[in-house]
C-alpha cells in the first residue's frame, strides 16, 4: 500500500538509514559489510514498498527486512569444512584479545561522561564532526581537539603511560 504523501516513504527511508547503519554494524560487526547490508536493505524496501501496510510500524517492517537479508545472506555463504582441514587457532590470542577490550572498556568506563558521549559519537556512531559539534554546541575545532585529547588518554593509559585528565 503506497504512502499517502508524494515521497513520505523515501523521506522516511532517509531518516532510518543513520539507524540502519547501527543495526548493520551491530548484526556484521564490519563497517564495509553493514554498508553493503544497508544498501541492500535499503533497495529491498524500495522495491517492495507496495507491501507495506499504512499505519503498521514503518521501523519494524524495514528491520525485519534488513534481518531477514542478513540471515539469507549467511546461509547462502556458509561453508563447510571437514574437521581434519579445520585450521588450528591458538587459544591464547582469542583470550587475549578479549583481556583487551575488557581493559579498553574499564578505561572507557573511567571517562567522564562528556567524554564517553564524544567519543560514542565519534568513534561508534561515526557521525561526522560537523553534526556533532552543532548537537554539542560547540565549534569543530574544539569537538576535534576533545576528541583527539580523549584518545589520547586512552592510548597512554592502555600503553602504561598514564596521564592526568585530558
Not at 561508534?124 to 548537537?135: A, L, M, N, Q
Request: hydrophobic share 40%.
Amino acid at each position: 500500500m503506497e504512502s499517502t504523501a508524494p515521497g513520505e516513504f523515501e523521506r522516511q527511508l532517509v531518516c532510518l538509514l543513520p539507524t540502519m547503519r547501527a543495526w548493520a554494524l551491530a548484526l556484521t560487526r564490519s563497517a564495509s559489510a553493514a554498508d553493503d547490508l544497508v544498501q541492500d536493505a535499503a533497495t529491498k524496501v524500495l522495491t517492495n514498498r507496495s507491501n507495506f501496510e499504512q499505519g503498521t510500524n514503518f521501523r519494524a517492517w524495514v528491520h525485519r527486512i534488513m534481518l531477514n537479508h542478513f540471515i539469507s545472506s549467511l546461509r547462502t555463504r556458509r561453508e563447510f569444512v571437514s574437521i581434519e582441514e579445520m585450521p588450528e587457532v591458538p587459544v591464547a590470542a582469542e583470550q587475549q584479545a578479549k583481556l583487551d577490550l575488557d581493559r579498553l572498556n574499564a578505561e572507557i568506563a573511567r571517562l567522564p561522561d562528556y567524554q564517553r558521549e564524544l567519543l560514542r559519537q565519534i568513534a561508534v556512531e561515526e557521525r561526522s564532526y560537523e553534526d556533532v559539534s552543532k548537537s554539542c554546541g560547540c565549534a569543530i575545532g574544539t569537538l576535534k581537539s576533545r576528541v583527539h585529547r580523549v584518545r589520547s588518554v586512552l592510548r597512554a593509559r592502555l600503553d602504561g603511560r598514564e596521564r592526568l585528565a585530558a
